[in-house]
């Protein structure tokens, strides 16, 4: 086995689900289990049988569905959960059974009025009565922070010697301090005589935001297996957060350890997550946050823009997300502007950036963050007039729709002079208009963004939409206003296509 290598055992779908509005129907879990074999985890804990029939369901199409890495079923330390998570196994390629029980005195006496002797005896029980099933076990000692280290080996060597491969020592409570954890388990290292003949793994809680830091102490002292959810999502406080460890483990390459993770499908899977389990990231979360990449400062936006690493020590686009994000706010300068300014097509050698930039602080002192409708805007556009007679110019839109009518558009455009029509239906008024402007563009353009504003408030406002769309690999931004959506959208669009072309 490669002493560096880092297993990555997900349980985003057990732990994860496990939060109170965060339950997925069974089709969800396989699109998420998808994700996970594409991202390249190891083991993928798909449920708790025993604990509901969808439960069970979920871990037998899982089991079905995902071919490369292990599935693994919890139980508790009883053989009716065994036997039901090995019913559910028994489609997988690959099969896991994840049995244990407490290991702390709190649990031992409050927990299961028990003693320590019983408690080893029914670990042991447990762990022989997985192995009739598969050859792969999995023993978790919970609350194993705070367990007294000489019971917890005593404990680890009996699993083991009762035919445990893969022993967890979870933080089960978020307790421990990373120095304390990383004791635990060099203490289990240096004390359990067959420690060799099972792999280490640690499942930290993040009550006390240790749950990423304990989880590297762990590694360091000689845990090779993580247990993590993507975006930390798990009880309470969550649990250690996929991405931080394996971007941690990436980025300090002197650790010398390494993962089978490909972060740049980490973006990807962290929004599915945040979606279809209605948990929404928050803006500074690690790795994954909006403002993960993002520059407000003016010092920080220009030592970005001259040289990326001055400010970041990841690339955005190691984890999928496309760019850096340089907010434009009243604190940003000149080179932040003239970025945007370039990004969105404007030439900056017909432009008084001084000028610009006054007028920029002036609108930046109002607004608490500066978007690109908002600098579309400052630059006077908002029709077609900065295109010349070159522009694509919209001299009729007609939009049929209503219930139960299907949305059809007659879209007219003036292109260089020549006036072109064309109509199509679509399953909606923009959807519709869109369609019929490609009918007459006739060229290969993908609408990537599409989002739309009250400028401030009800029903006769005025709307601001924002579109960006790509062509031949590049990304162009357009803008529209007007009191009525479709209006603003087709100009938006226009817009769009006059930086084209």
Known sequence: MDKNRVYVFDTTLRDGEQVPGCQLTTVEKIIVAKKLEALGVDIIEAGFPISSPGDFQSVVEISKAVTEPVICALTRANTTDIDAAAEALRFAKRKRIHTGIGSSDIHIKHKFNSTREQIVERAVAAVKYAR?????????????????????????????????????IPDTNGYCLPDQYGAKIKYLVDHVSNIDKAIISV?????????????????MNGARQVECTINGIGERAGNTSLEEVAMILKTHHGLGYHTNINAKGIYDISTLVEKMMRMPV?????????????????????GVLKHRENYEILNPEDVGINSNSIILTARSGRHALKHHLERLGYKMDKINLDEVYQRFLEMADNKKEISDADLQQLMGDGDDKNYGDKAIKVTLLQVVCGDPLR???????RINGEDREASAAGNGPVNATINAIHAIIKDDIELDEFSIQAMHGGSEDVSKVNMRVKHNGQSFYGFGYSTDIVNASVHAYVDALNKIY
């Open 407 to 413: 949305p059809m558009a007659t879209v007219k455009l």
């Open 282 to 302: 928050q803006a500074n979360k690690a790795i994954v946050g909006r403002n993960a990449f993002a520059h407000s400062s003016g010092i920080h936006q220009d």
């Open 203 to 219: 499942h930290c809680h993040n009550d006390l935001g240790l749950a990423t830091a304990n989880t590297i102490a762990g590694v």
């Open 132 to 168: 009739k099933f598969t050859d792969d076990v999995e023993f978790f000692a919970e609350d194993a922070g705070r367990a007294d280290n000489a019971f917890l080996a005593q404990m680890i060597e009996a699993v083991i010697a009762a035919g445990a491969t893969t022993v967890n």
